[in-house]
């Protein structure tokens, strides 16, 4: 779960442009994730990329929602895209998928 003292994310690092901190410290971090995930996601997005990240690190649908500055039913949109991408029958093995990825 990210919070406002996490090294990884907070609601202003993610809303607008600043999207880009969160994604450099997140690459610091596990550099190999983003590659790994355009492997296994054909046509990924930058916004797709960056739900993966969160995704990854545990973030429910709500945090995310507060966190990209959207509304939840474009958080779902997103988590559906990437898992018909990825091939995935359940949007709930996306989780377990990317933070196997994580973890590599």
């Known amino acids: 779960m990210i919070s406002e ?11 607008g442009a600043r999207g880009t901190v969160f994604r450099e410290i997140f690459i610091f971090h596990y550099p190999d994730f983003i590659g790994k ?9 930058k916004d797709e990329e960056l739900l993966c990240m969160l995704v990854s690190l545990g973030q429910s649908v ?13 958080v779902y949109m997103f ?5 018909w991408k990825m091939r995935l029958e359940e949007v709930k093995l996306l989780g377990d998928k990317l ?6």
Do not use: H, W
């Open 79 to 83: 988590r559906k895209s990437v898992c």
């Open 62 to 74: 709500e945090e995310i929602e507060n966190l990209f500055c959207l509304p939840a039913e474009q």
């Open 37 to 45: 995930v355009q492997e296994l996601v054909p046509g990924v997005t």
């Open 5 to 15: 003292d996490s090294p990884y994310a907070s609601k202003d690092m993610l809303c």
């Open 99 to 104: 933070r196997e990825i994580l973890e590599e």
